[in-house]
């Protein structure tokens, strides 16, 4: 019956891995049921342009592609770059920004993702130069305490890639599968 | 100029005062007393007023006092410039997310909202305010890069404990009760997947803020992992991590050795490390140095080998020319703990990452066959 077919099929990756620490195997069915609870706990509203009366999908995405670029720039592990996407989300979800000001809470949630996730973050002044100076030190610093209230200091959250990982362990892809899984997300 | 040369004219009151920081915080916390103070912030007892409870306020960021981080690795020195430090970032971002009765409780995060509003702040921030490096932050209503971390209020630790009781360690009952608590909150943080990074009984200089805390309000010995400072979340599988963490001697043999991919296992090392010293009242392995704490764990578990570590020749500081001890006993090691509480003990120091017990399979170990009467019944002292 398909209940066997089941059974047969599946295969328990984790004990597989036993002999890894890195692979967490005695905690990692643990930790992805709550990271499914989680999820849902701290997520954006999808439909949030429709209450931001100056910023349309095309900006956003212009403005995630260049945080794109920022991460390459700074050799950011690709977390950061799905955390501060997480954190724009999230806090285009709960305040109107301005046209003008839309650059600065994306670098914004950048830097703080930058500080929570990267053993050695850019400074401040890195993150202030890859606007061409057009937002200052102190811009940032001052909207990284808005973009925190916003988020309530939430910032541990899981993203796509924290997902994705564990995947991409579990159905041990060749390389193709793994760039194109991860460009995708 | 003009603050620094005032601050160089008065010694900055150490003992009684809440050095600079205001009294009253946001109408809402009536600060009293420096507690502790540690690489990552200042601990102060405070009351809230509307319910008159005790509580925990740590000032985290803001003007130098946050210290330089040198422990920490993943962050540059707590610099206002610099905004909230990451460390901080990470402890209450983590610690918002842990609820359990072994994790000390965040009740509150906050600015001193007395101060200036942010935007115009920054308006305003052309003179050398941000740039300030004098301790306490003046007048003016508060430093701006301060943040205020407001905890259930728990006045005991288990070093603290082990000073007032020196017998404490030969409380079998006792040692057991804790060491039970200590590897459910840490079994709690790890479902969590959050490494802690820093679990230790020992505050330098007897100032420190304090990470095993205990409370013994209601004639209970209800224990508290806190000070999340240096604590992150980690990803399955884990990448790469900082190697500069976990305090010497309490560091196990994979960091010493310079390895970079490690996960839970570090935190059992140091949660043994923790026992061991509560039971035998000295730290397991005081060592001076990595080389020294190295050795010093190297001469009482014997000296470790390919066959007892696969993968152990992988690791960047490994040299095969280091000295080759055969171990001393567990009887030796751990003399006030029975059978059971030696095997656990020799369990959770498994050289090999990967072979050692994660605190899951730890609490199910036979050294805990009777703890339920335990729970049922609190040891007392």
Sequence with gaps: SSGDLRKKAWIDVDSLNHDDPQAVSHYACAIFEY????????RANPDYLETQPEINSKMRSILVDWLVEVSEEYRMVPDTLYYAVNFLDRVLTLQRVSRSQLQLVGITCMWIAA??????????????????????????????????????????????????????QVCSPDDQLHFVSNYLT | MATAAAAAAY?????SATDGLPRLLNNKYRLERRVGEGTYGVVYRATELASGQTVAVKVRGGAGRGGAGTVGGEMRPDDSEEGVPSSALREIALLLELRHDNVVRLREVTRDLSRPDPAAAAAAAAGGRYSSGAGGGGGGGGDSAQLFLVFDFVDMDVHRLMQLYPALGANAALVKYLTYQLLCGLDYCHRRRVLHRDLKPQVEGGWGVRNLLVDVRGGGHSLKIADFGLSRAFGVPVRLLSPEVVTLWYRPPELLLGGRLYGSPVD????????????????????ATEIDTLLKIFEKLGSPDEATWPGLADLPHWRPQLPRYPGRSWEEIAPRLDPAGRDLMRRMLTYDPAQRITAAAALRHPYFADIGPLLERPPQL
């Design chain 1, 35 to 42: 990271l499914r609870e989680a999820e849902l706990m701290r």
């Design chain 1, 115 to 168: 500080k929570y996730e990267e053993i050695y973050p850019p400074n401040v002044s890195e993150f202030s130069y890859i606007t061409d100076n057009t937002y200052s030190r102190e811009q940032l610093v001052a909207m990284e305490e808005e973009v925190l209230r916003h988020l309530k200091y939430e910032l541990t959250v899981p993203t796509a890639k924290t997902f994705l990982r564990r995947l991409l």
């Design chain 2, 268 to 287: 059992v090392w140091s949660a043994a490390c923790c026992v061991l010293e509560l039971s035998n009242r000295w730290p397991l392995f005081p060592g």
């Design chain 2, 11 to 15: 010694p900055p009151p150490r003992t």
